[in-house]
């Protein structure tokens, strides 16, 4: 059975940094591509940024453009989003998201598989 776990998230002033995780478990490797997307209150759920399997090419929403960086560990199964710069626009539920379609996936409808996402607060 896949799951798919966040970690890192929290509170952090304007200006800072914090660095997600996501564990992967069940078959990660089969997975074309995996992604990070974020939900604020009152907002429709957003992709974030995305990075392929074959050939590692990201994706980035152009609100995190220069300040956010998506990577994956396959030894370890985990895949990471460093955040740099936060803003308070940038507070939400941040999820990682994987699905085994190809092609450009940046809509929620495209992931199958979700973890139950982890809290991101920035205070101005």
């Known amino acids: 059975q896949v799951q798919l776990i966040e970690s890192g998230g929290g509170l952090v002033q304007a200006g800072g940094s914090l660095t997600l995780a996501c564990a992967t478990s069940?078959?990660?490797?089969?997975?074309?591509?995996m992604a990070w997307f974020r939900q604020a209150p009152g907002k429709e759920r957003e992709i974030v940024a995305s990075?392929?399997?074959?050939?590692?090419?990201?994706y980035y929403t152009d609100s995190v453009k220069g300040r956010f960086t998506i990577s994956r560990v396959y030894a370890e199964n985990t895949m990471s989003l460093q955040m740099n710069s936060l803003k308070p626009e940038d507070t939400a539920i941040y999820y990682c998201?994987?699905?085994?379609?190809?092609?450009?996936?940046?809509?929620?409808?495209?992931?199958?598989?979700w973890g139950p996402g982890t809290q991101v607060t920035v205070s101005s």
């Open positions: 998201a994987a699905s085994h379609r190809v092609g450009d996936l940046t809509f929620q409808s495209d992931y199958d598989y």
């Open positions: 990075i392929t399997r074959t050939t590692g090419s990201e």
């Open positions: 069940g078959r990660p490797f089969s997975f074309y591509i």
